[in-house]
């Protein structure tokens, strides 16, 4: 018999990502460029997260019509960005057959209190999270894949450090602890405790970890790797650069070989200039994406 | 699950998993359950020494791609000339003839449609592992099929009458996840193959 879209065959999907590099694309030649360089999936949006942010107003689900060009243009995975909590957008994206949602801070949020509820859809989800809780309770929702939020559209990696850090050491932390004190950690985290004691006896998320916001160049992408990423999602930084096929060929070889520096060497020569940048931490609050969702 | 006492070799065979992008690691955590060393393979320097190799699931434009930059095609041929190979999902897309050409198949990309098409159902196949344990959990992902395959190719499963499992020498070719289900008993047979090949 046969069972379409389990909890098995969403996570799946990301398990065969893993490795690579997931790049922001707004047309289909775009999209073209990103697969011959490697991508291992692309997202498609309206708008890279760096011009959201220029461009200010409601930033929202792209036109399908554009995601559709997308999908004509690559055999790689695509996937497409929802707004938090609307779960319309989501239902449309699933009625288009994108390969995988994100359900996304960079979008301007639909709901404030609530998350979509992602286990009834066919499509999976990735989502956001800047700690251990916030990832817990979106796999809890449903999601079968998370990225660390970092700070998207900025060029800068240290709130990408910051949250992958912050998980990974609470993934650590709480493999110490016994049964009594997981039941603790639970309410502290706001995460349901069968997923804590799974992370904790797992000593990893149950599901893949990619990073996310404010990777700009391959020693970032090696970087992150080094500090528990699984793949990475690379948004304004190939497309906002100088030469977008060299720098995303680049990202992709430092993700595959980032425990091999003269590779990680090779791959960072002669790339012309990144993105324009902007300190993370000098953001007005209300600019400051990750803080989105809860 | 009971696997390790049965699978344990005197000797551990030392097998690789090309380890360009993809679900390598959940092949890794298979293999090392079932007592192999496992090698990852990024470079064709890797392939020395090592007595299997798995070609896993991923993205094969990504992995083709990566085969292209490190100049591994010619030394994949060479040694599945020489050592078994299994390749799985993507992997049965890198190992057909229009490929690296290690098999003489070739496969249909993505032939079941996007994701929200991808499943998992009951497989019958002989794997010939000595225990027959009831058929084979598939997990299908965005999953290839054969759809042509010279006279020296075994079809061992077929899903809606394409070939979802191959094996072609001691080259063994499936289009879904093994090692995503706990599914230990087609690694089982590719070390027993590494085994009988003399490879550790």
Not at chain 1, 146 to 163: F, L
Not at chain 2, 111 to 134: K, P, Y
Request: net charge negative; hydrophobic share 45%.
């Amino acid at each position: 018999m046969r069972d379409e879209a389990t909890f098995r065959v969403k996570a799946g999907l990301a398990e065969m990502l893993k490795g690579g590099v997931i790049m922001d694309v707004v047309d289909a030649e775009q999209a073209k460029v990103a697969e011959d360089a490697g991508a291992c999936a692309v997202m498609a949006l309206e708008r890279v997260p760096a011009d959201i942010r220029r461009d200010g107003g409601v930033a929202r689900m792209s036109d399908p019509a554009m995601i559709r060009k997308i999908q004509q243009a690559v055999t790689i995975p695509v996937m497409a960005k929802a707004r938090i909590g609307h779960f319309a957008e989501a239902r449309v994206l699933e009625a288009l057959e994108v390969d995988y949602i994100d359900e996304s801070e960079v979008l301007t949020p639909a709901d404030e209190a609530n998350h979509i509820d992602k286990a009834p859809f066919k499509v999976p989800f990735v989502c956001g999270a800047t700690n251990l809780g916030e990832a817990l309770r979106r796999i809890g929702e449903g999601a079968a894949m998370i990225r660390s939020k970092g700070e998207a559209g900025t060029g800068d990696i240290v709130e990408a450090v910051r949250h992958l850090r912050t998980i990974t050491a609470e993934v650590r932390r709480i493999g110490t602890l016994d049964e009594a004190a997981l039941a603790t950690a639970a309410k502290e985290l706001g995460a349901p405790l069968d997923l804590v004691r799974e992370t904790a006896g797992a000593g990893r998320l149950p599901v893949v970890m990619f990073c996310a916001g404010g990777i700009a160049t391959p020693a970032d992408a090696a970087l992150v790797m080094h500090l528990g990423a699984e793949g990475v999602f690379v948004g304004s930084g190939i497309f906002k650069s100088e030469d977008p096929a060299q720098r995303a060929a680049a990202v992709v070889e430092a993700t595959t070989h980032y425990q091999d520096w003269d590779r990680v060497l090779k791959a960072s020569e002669g790339l012309g200039a990144a993105m324009r940048s902007l300190e993370a931490r000098k953001l007005d609050e209300s600019q400051v994406l990750s803080s989105r969702g809860w | 699950m009971s696997v390790a006492g049965e699978a344990t070799p005197e000797r551990a065979p030392r097998v690789g998993v090309l380890a360009l992008q993809g679900g390598f690691e959940a092949h890794r955590r298979m293999l090392e359950r079932l007592g192999a060393d496992v090698r990852d393979v990024r470079v064709p320097e890797h392939l020395a020494g090592l007595g299997g190799l798995v070609v896993p699931g991923g993205e094969s434009t990504t992995m083709m791609l990566g085969i292209e930059r490190e100049g591994l095609a010619g030394p994949l041929r060479a040694f599945a000339a020489e050592r078994p190979v299994f390749g799985t999902c993507a992997g049965l897309i890198v190992l057909d003839r229009e490929h690296v050409g290690i098999m003489d198949v070739r496969a249909e990309r993505n032939a079941f449609g996007r994701q929200t098409h991808s499943f998992e159902e009951d497989l019958d196949l002989d794997l010939g592992v000595g225990r027959d344990g009831g058929p084979v959990r598939a997990v299908f992902i965005r999953a290839p099929w054969i759809a042509e395959h010279g006279p020296g190719v075994e079809i061992l499963a077929s899903v809606a009458g394409h070939g979802v499992a191959a094996r072609e020498g001691h080259a063994l070719v499936v289009s879904f996840h093994p090692e995503l289900s706990g599914e230990t008993r087609l690694h089982e047979r590719f070390l027993r193959d590494v085994r009988a090949a003399g490879g550790d």
